[in-house]
């Protein structure tokens, strides 16, 4: 047997052996090649279109795929191969392959192995439609034996660190990283089809920004220099607003380094697009029509089941001020308490367990989340967020302590942020210093103060309409799966050490 230097299992070691035997009878067991003439579900086709046709013949066809059964009945053996098209069933005789072919697949070929097949397509008297196999080849053997004999690995600790087998064997699971990757295709197809240009901003930044939250921090060696990862695409994207691009998206990695979550993970995937001469309601038209279109052109319908709500995301979407849901749900009214003190009285009258915030601004987020985030199940719109906690977001004209930002909601969850975008450099400056008294006061998220965006904004921006939302969360709605690490391939988790 050949050396290994990890700890092997019986089985694992039973694997190794016939690895051997089989090298030792001049084959290789992971081949440079393989040939395919059809798919499963093609090679299905194909018996279908001559089934039953007078003086057609039986399409012959080369198959490849993972091993999935293995049922030995003396001279006669049944099995199942997957590929990415589906399952299929071969037959294998020993009147067909000859003794010492049949007897290798019999022996040396185990579940989890990759094999290539080529033989008439036929259907079984039980009436399954089958390749009955002429020659064989082993392409990839499997040194470890699929868990649960392909019932299904359900261990989550194992499914998410070992993805590449909860994939193998999951067919439910990769259905979903499909449907992931048709959300992506068809959001990049509507935003090109609305003139918007994809464009690439860095990912590495001298100076993060564009959202609240914590960075991670790496370092530029030939530089000598800090660096950190981006929260967001934010101010580069309107940095091309500002040089003469009209529209603009990115879908890309934004990290924070924030608490891990059914809704968190530290490394996420965003789409920010930004449209000058717009405004927060043209972001709205953009947001529903775009959930729409994806989930129709992904999903064949505009609803769909999340937990146990089912929402349809067909437009128009609720649009509802913030002081209007905090009224309604808190019995607060926060129009008529414009300052900390009052609010939080009215808080404390009520009994409301919100923990005090530093700012009147904070306080009414507070609010928001505890009493009014969980109650929107339909698509909604949330409008007009205090200005403390808002510093990118140009201010209501008639209501300047508010600005037109909206949060929206599907299925109780908050799934992207939109505003009409600050673009008076003065008033951003003022904003930023603002931040930087908080971040002094103790806010470990507050904005930094980003003197070239300053520098940019001098310059002139348009008005400008800008959104964004989790590629994530959206695929979480769209795949009724209830945590993020569901969604995402490879999710960050903790170390076993």
Not at 11 to 39: A, E, F, M, W
Request: charged fraction near 25%; glycine fraction near 6%.
């Amino acid at each position: 047997m050949a050396s290994f230097p990890l700890n092997l299992n019986e089985q694992q070691q039973q694997r190794i052996h016939k690895l051997d035997v089989l090298r030792g009878q001049g084959l290789d067991p992971y081949p440079p090649r393989s040939q395919r003439t059809h798919t499963s579900s093609e090679a299905r086709e194909a018996f279908l279109a001559t089934e039953g046709v007078a003086d057609s013949v039986a399409p012959e066809v080369t198959l490849v795929g993972r091993l999935q059964s293995l049922r030995v009945m003396g001279k006669l053996s049944f099995a199942h191969i997957e590929d990415g098209d589906g399952r299929l069933q071969l037959l294998l005789r020993r009147n067909d392959l000859g003794n010492e072919a049949y007897d290798r697949f019999r022996k040396e070929v185990d579940l989890g192995d990759f094999v290539q097949a080529t033989g008439p397509m036929i259907r079984t008297r039980a009436g399954e439609i089958t390749l009955q196999v002429q020659t064989w080849q082993l392409l990839a053997k499997a040194l470890s034996p699929p868990p649960e004999k392909w019932h299904g690995l359900q261990d989550v600790e194992t499914r998410y660190r070992r993805r590449y087998v909860d994939l193998a064997v999951n067919p439910a699971v990769r259905q979903i990283f499909r449907v992931r990757s048709r959300i992506v295709t068809n959001v990049r197809r509507y935003l090109d089809d609305h003139g918007f240009l994809e464009v690439e901003t860095p990912v590495l930044q001298p100076l993060y920004g564009g959202a609240a939250a914590q960075p991670f921090i790496t370092h530029h060696n030939a530089l000598d220099q800090d660096l950190y990862l981006r929260i967001s695409d934010e101010l580069y994207l309107k940095r091309l607003i500002v040089g003469g691009l009209e529209r603009v998206y990115e879908i890309g990695k934004d990290f924070r380094n924030e608490g891990i979550s059914t809704r968190h993970n530290p490394e996420f995937t965003q789409i920010e697009a930004y449209q000058a001469y717009g405004d927060y309601y043209d972001m709205m038209t953009l947001a529903e029509e775009c959930w729409a279109t994806v989930a129709q052109e992904v999903l064949g319908t505009t609803q769909i089941t999340f937990q146990e709500h089912t929402v349809n995301l067909k437009p128009p979407w609720h649009r509802l001020p913030m002081h209007e849901a905090i009224r309604d749900t808190a019995g607060v009214d926060i129009d008529a308490d414009r300052d900390f003190e009052a609010l939080h009285a009215h808080v404390v009258e009520r009994k409301l367990h919100i923990e005090p915030q530093k700012t009147w601004g904070r306080l009414v987020d507070e609010l928001f989340k505890e009493y009014v985030e969980p109650t929107l199940i339909e698509p909604t719109f949330i409008l007009d967020y205090p200005v403390e906690i808002s510093p990118l977001a140009k201010r209501k004209p008639d209501a300047p302590h508010l600005v037109e930002r909206f949060e929206f909601f599907v299925a109780g969850m908050e799934v992207g942020n939109a505003f009409s975008e600050l673009n008076d450099p003065l008033d951003q400056l003022a904003r930023f210093e603002a931040q930087q008294k908080a971040h002094v006061a103790g806010d470990e998220e507050a904005h930094p103060l980003d003197e070239d965006w300053i520098q940019a904004l001098m310059f002139g921006m348009p008005p400008t309409g800008g959104i964004g939302w989790g590629i994530d969360r959206m695929t979480m709605l769209y795949t009724n799966q209830s945590s993020i690490r569901e969604v995402i391939l490879f999710p960050q988790l903790r170390s076993k050490d």
